[in-house]
């Protein structure tokens, strides 16, 4: 069985403040894959970021970083200087490599509100 | 454009009354799902598909049936809807089940049982 927490329910920022979003999974597989997706207002699903499990170093995109962490099981999002665009719901989720057809399971989601 | 299109947007209906949710890729892809998404629990994935003909179910599938007759389409159907289906649902597609894909979803389509 495979789970991914992501304890924070809602953030609220103001403008230009850093903030980081926390996610936590579980998995007994070897290999596998982790997603961050963003819902805007408008309620569709953006692809961020895909990481396997054997790469561990961190990544940046301009304003967006993601640092992923096997030895804890975390894969954390920190967005520096956000704007009031960055206001959504962000989720984590988490696939098996090694299985056709394997479920790409999703955290709870982390609503994030960014204040002018 | 590449994309995945979900008919109809929103949609309230009454309990009981069958309905269909239709879904579309032109993509090619060979790998495609539903899924409900509720507050404070996340997206949860009802079936997939892993080709034509190839579907199985996901972690809440109980009140909805799926086909998958051609490789582009894959409507999700409520055969009598209750309250508790009232929710946010999204459909997805990718190349294959295979992990590394990134899945391509839907706009999604807003369904009020009353």
């Known amino acids: 069985a495979q789970k991914v927490t992501q304890a924070q329910t809602e953030i609220s920022v103001v403008e230009k403040e850093d903030v980081t979003l926390d996610c936590v999974y579980e998995t007994r597989d070897t290999t596998y894959y982790l997603f961050w997706y963003k819902q805007p207002p408008s309620g569709e699903l953006v692809f961020l970021i895909r990481r396997n499990s054997f790469d561990e170093q961190n990544e940046i995109s301009g304003r967006y970083s993601w640092n992923f962490q096997k030895s804890t099981s975390s894969f954390n999002f920190t967005i520096t200087a956000s704007q009031v665009v960055d206001s959504a719901v962000y989720f984590c989720a988490l696939r098996p490599a090694t299985t056709s057809g394997s479920r790409l399971t999703f955290g709870e989601g982390t609503q994030l509100t960014v204040n002018p | 454009e590449a994309q995945v299109t979900q008919n109809p947007r929103y949609l309230i209906t009454v309990t009981g009354k069958k309905l269909t949710v239709t879904c579309s890729q032109n993509?090619?892809?060979?790998?495609m799902s539903w899924y409900r998404q509720d507050p404070g629990l996340g997206l949860r994935q009802i079936y997939y598909?892993?080709?034509?003909?190839?579907?199985d179910k996901g972690d809440v599938p109980e009140g909805y049936k799926v086909s998958r007759k051609e490789k582009r389409n894959f409507p999700l159907i409520l055969e009598s809807p209750s309250p508790n289906q009232t929710s946010l649902y999204f459909c997805?597609?990718?190349?294959?089940?295979?992990?590394?894909?990134?899945?391509?979803f839907g706009p999604g389509t807003r369904l009020t049982v009353l």
């Open positions: 997805a597609s990718s190349f294959s089940g295979r992990g590394y894909n990134e899945q391509f």
């Open positions: 993509m090619n892809h060979e790998y």
């Open positions: 598909s892993m080709n034509v003909e190839v579907t």
